[in-house]
């Protein structure tokens, strides 16, 4: 197991981890969680991690429900992850 501390953002709850994701263990139903799959890509303990901190992290390599691919910041939110496309490396515009 890793030493990577999981504390829910919303209520500060222990948070459970497994293969679908992380999830609020609260049972007064805080209801937070992130998905493990987001647009086709797994994404690692680090990488929830990150995102149950609140940082964003870069996804490269993401499926579009087109089937296209796409790259984005999953950025953390109140209901769970969003895609961000602000200041992405090697889009940026002169
Ligand atoms: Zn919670």
């Given at each position: 197991m890793s030493e990577l501390e999981w504390v829910c953002?919303?209520?500060g709850s222990a948070m459970r981890i497994n293969k679908g994701g992380a999830f609020c263990?609260?049972?007064?139903?805080?209801g937070f969680r992130v998905w493990r799959k987001v647009a086709g890509k797994e994404l690692t303990d680090e990488e929830l991690n990150a995102l149950v901190r609140g940082r964003k992290v870069l996804a490269l390599g993401l499926k579009s429900k087109a089937g296209k691919s796409f790259n984005a910041w999953l950025v953390p939110g109140a209901e769970g992850v969003e895609f961000s496309f602000e200041g992405l490396p090697g889009k940026e515009t002169n």
């Open positions: 953002p919303k209520c263990a609260d049972e007064n139903g805080c």
